[in-house]
Nanobody
Framework: QGQLVESGGGLAQAGGSLRLSCAAS????????MGWFRRVPGKDREFVAA????????SYADSVKGRFTISRDMSKSTVYLQMNDLKPEDTAVYYC?????????????WGQGTQVTVSS
């Protein structure tokens, strides 16, 4: 069984930065796309960013383009989400995901989530 464990969430002020990490274990995740989703209470989970196994291909939601950067370190089986210029509307629970398809349309593996709160 594979496991994804997020860390790095917390509180930031608007305009600030946070970096999320997702450590993968228990199986080979290199065959999967890796990425991040987020959920605000009362809304559906929203795609944020994805990266392929080599790190050469990335995709982002329009709402985070130019502010967030996804990367992965295969040697550490870890995926990162660097979040800059944070806005209050970025407040959500962020979930790490491993799957396939455009913008991670199919996700067999989810992390437990980490809260990000951005104050104005």
């Amino acid at each position: 069984q594979g496991q994804l464990v997020e860390s790095g969430g917390g509180l930031a002020q608007a305009g600030g930065s946070l970096r999320l990490s997702c450590a993968a274990s228990g199986r080979t995740f290199s065959v999967y796309l890796m990425g991040w989703f987020r959920r605000v209470p009362g809304k559906d989970r929203e795609f944020v960013a994805a990266i392929n196994w080599s790190g050469a291909s990335t995709s982002y939601a329009d709402s985070v383009k130019g502010r967030f950067t996804i990367s992965r370190d295969m040697s550490k089986s870890t995926v990162y989400l660097q979040m800059n210029d944070l806005k209050p509307e970025d407040t959500a629970v962020y979930y790490c995901a491993a799957g396939y398809g455009s913008n991670l349309a199919v996700v067999p593996y989810w992390g437990q989530g980490t809260q990000v709160t951005v104050s104005s």
